[in-house]
């Protein structure tokens, strides 16, 4: 199988979000982003195992021989796992941002209309009429 070249992904866009997480959250915010750097590194090898040698692979000892999982993609797959695991726990570190909320026109209707001065009582005499 023909080796391809695999690009890093892009860590400098998560490295730029570090510094929006407030301070008290930063030390573990740094941490886990090391832990991404090194687990991204990880991954791109392990994936170039596998582009280079394939899914599965003859595994021989003694008079055994059988095809099995290649061990890098096992690795891979675990620390794909774990890679979005992390990648989650930094995510939930960022700030909340306000969802923006859309418009009802009914309820703008009915809100505006309860804020409205009501009209005068009517008298029994004015019923009457």
Same mark, same amino acid.
């Given at each position: 199988?023909?080796?391809?070249?695999?690009?890093? &992904?892009?860590?400098?866009?998560?490295?730029?979000? !570090?510094? =929006?997480?407030?301070?008290?959250?930063?030390? +573990? $915010?740094?941490? !886990?982003?090391?832990?991404? *750097?090194?687990?991204?590194?990880?991954?791109?090898? !392990?994936? $170039?195992?596998?582009?280079?040698?394939? =899914?599965?692979?003859? #595994?021989?000892?003694?008079?055994?021989?059988? +095809?099995?999982?290649?061990? &890098?993609?096992?690795?891979?797959?675990?620390? +794909?796992?774990?890679?979005?695991?992390?990648?989650?726990?930094? +995510?939930? !570190?960022?700030?909340?941002?306000?969802?923006?909320?859309?418009?009802?026109?009914?309820?703008? #209707? *009915?809100?505006?209309?309860?804020?409205?001065?009501?009209? $005068?009582?009517?008298?029994?005499?004015? $019923?009457?009429?």
């Amino acid at each position: 199988m023909p080796k391809r070249k695999i690009k890093p &992904a892009d860590i400098e866009e998560v490295r730029q979000t !570090l510094d =929006t997480i407030p301070r008290d959250k930063y030390p +573990i $915010a740094k941490d !886990l982003y090391n832990k991404l *750097c090194f687990m991204d590194e990880t991954l791109n090898n !392990l994936q $170039a195992q596998v582009y280079e040698k394939g =899914t599965t692979s003859l #595994f021989k000892q003694g008079k055994q021989e059988f +095809i099995r999982e290649n061990p &890098a993609l096992k690795a891979y797959n675990t620390t +794909i796992q774990r890679y979005v695991l992390v990648y989650s726990k930094f +995510i939930e !570190l960022l700030p909340k941002q306000a969802e923006p909320v859309e418009s009802d026109p009914f309820l703008d #209707f *009915c809100n505006e209309g309860y804020n409205m001065p009501l009209p $005068a009582p009517i008298s029994t005499e004015q $019923a009457e009429k």
